[in-house]
């Protein structure tokens, strides 16, 4: 059972920095690169369809690696699976603090009403998801190296 969770979990941690590694290295810069308001329409629309779901994707994340860690406490690699959960705690509260807030402005805009400064806010956004990105990447190579 215990090996089925965790290899479980690293999937879907796995999963979730494959997404936002494509975000932050692909996703935006196709749509920053598209003509007039369409970049700034697209990335109100992915603030919507990933703002809804990545907090369940985050958090499910964290209580999988707590409940590995809790389960394999006496085995092999706890303490690193107990890191990667510290790093998704992390994660979590950067999300909450830093870009939620950003990210619920941003996916109510639209060329009519938004913000003068809208290009500033995104690229602070995208400046704490690279930082977030790290830490979830040092997450998922804690809970790769505990299964080895």
Partial sequence: ???ALEVITTVVVGLMVGVEFSVAFIMNRILDALPEDSGQLGHAHGGRMLGALMPF???GSLVLSAIWAIAGWHHHGAGLVVTAAGLLIVSVVM??????PINNRNKTWTPDNRPAD??????????????????IIAAFTLLVTALT
């Fill in 1 to 3: 059972m215990l090996n």
């Fill in 95 to 100: 999300s909450m603090l830093l870009l939620v």
């Fill in 118 to 135: 809208w290009k500033q806010q995104l690229r602070r956004w995208d400046r704490y998801h690279y930082v977030r990105v790290a830490v």
């Fill in 57 to 59: 994707w985050y958090i």
